[in-house]
């Protein structure tokens, strides 16, 4: 018996010398028995690999990056605010971080604080309380509203660029009513200030007016303004005294369009504007599924800022004001800045995405997981950049 205990105490001994829990002594190998699995973790997301060269392809096509949502407990870095949100309060959360954040967390924005009296201060800041809608009855003239609220041209080289927010309401043509036509366009200021507000007279006749959604009748399209005016005060707005060909660059005096689903508001207004202006809710990597398909305007709203809109009529000021605070608060998270910004687009996608491609197999395999991290970046541009300069880093 006492010669069994001390083999059984001699492999323990091994096996923890072979794992760096104490020193072999002098001329002690580890059996070739005993095999201990290296495993590689990436420092973002925490998923483990046998390989080094695994854990290298991983950070190659996951493109993990300090602009990832974040656990405020273990740091794991997820692809959306949903998958951290299933991470915390998920069918399966993490143990150890869902009691904290049941006892520290908020719903909301899922930031994790130092007791639960700071979260109750913070949450008084964080939910939203919904905007007054302006209603189809009640709509102001489109000429005193342009008068009264327009913007000013701005050059926003210096001071980061102005943002605008708009939302259409459609009614239906063809000849089963299932062709959008927008009827109804709204635009705001950054200050949820109403800048542009008008019913649109559509192209062609409409078959289905949608009055349970639009409120909308054959009356208020009666004296509506054309579509082609429409495009002129919107297009005003948004070039902001801007030539065409500068609105492809950025660091000009062209204002972003916040907005859900931009492109279809755009097509039914028979709009274009660059891609790189657009700042759409429905398309934001952070705000969309764990499989990234786009959420609805209405479970955004009510899952990240706290507030209800589109129980009834659908009201076009109550969209813009949900998509700018979106916007505003996935902007104002302040993120530790890496590498240096440029101010061009396509620049910056190539930098920030090809970030593997400048280092070779060897170094890369020399390099630790922390240190791939480093020079990981994201595949989408946070909204963050926004209100730096380009020439901060």
């Known amino acids: 018996m006492t010669q069994r205990k001390s083999s059984s105490a001699l492999v323990l001994h091994i096996k923890m ?7 072999l002594g002098p001329g002690e190998d580890p059996p070739k028995t005993l095999s201990v699995t290296v495993r590689h973790k990436c420092s973002a997301c925490f998923k483990q690999y046998k390989k080094k060269e ?6 190659k096509v996951s493109y993990h990056s300090i602009h990832e949502p974040k656990c405020g407990a273990c740091k794991k870095h997820c692809k959306s605010l949903e998958s951290l949100r299933e991470h915390l309060t998920g069918p399966l959360p993490k143990a150890n971080c869902s009691r904290l954040f049941v006892a520290q967390g908020c719903n909301i924005c899922l930031n994790i604080f130092e007791s639960p009296d700071a979260l109750n201060a913070h949450k008084e800041m964080c939910i939203f309380s919904s905007p007054a809608p302006i209603g189809p009855l009640r709509m102001p003239s489109v000429d005193s509203e342009m008068e009264n609220s327009g913007l ?34 709204c635009l705001i200021d950054e200050n949820e200030k109403v800048i542009f507000h008008s019913f649109v007279q559509p192209l062609i006749p409409v078959t289905n007016y949608r009055y349970d959604i639009t409120g909308l009748t054959e009356e208020h399209l009666r004296d509506a303004m054309p579509l082609n005016q429409v495009q002129e005060k919107i297009q005003e707005i948004l070039y902001n005294g801007e030539a065409i ?23 039914c207004l028979r709009m274009n504007y660059p891609d790189h202006l657009l700042r759409d809710t429905a398309k934001y990597r952070p705000l969309m599924k764990t499989n990234l398909v786009s959420h609805s305007l209405k479970y955004l709203t009510k899952t990240y800022l706290g507030f209800e809109i589109q129980s009834g009529v659908h009201d076009p000021y109550e969209d813009c004001v949900a998509a700018m605070r979106l916007y ?36 890369l395999e020399k390099m630790s997981p922390d240190e791939l991290f480093k020079i990981s970046r994201s595949s989408y541009r946070c909204w963050c950049l926004d209100s730096r300069k380009p020439t901060e880093s």
């Open 17 to 23: 010398a072979a794992l760096g829990f104490m020193d």
């Open 328 to 363: 505003k608060r996935m902007s104002a998270q302040d993120h530790q800045m890496e590498g240096t910004l440029t101010p061009d687009l396509t620049q910056y996608t190539q930098i920030y995405t090809k970030s593997f491609d400048s280092w070779k197999p060897k170094q």
């Open 245 to 267: 060909w500068r609105m492809r660059m950025e660091g000009g005096k062209a204002r972003l369009l916040v907005g859900h689903d931009l492109e279809h508001d755009l097509d």
């Open 152 to 185: 000013p041209s701005v050059d926003n080289t210096s001071q980061g660029p102005q943002v605008v927010a708009m939302d259409c309401e459609m009614v239906g043509g063809g000849s089963d009513g299932s062709l959008d036509l927008c009827a109804r366009v």
């Open 54 to 59: 695994h854990l290298i392809e991983h950070m």
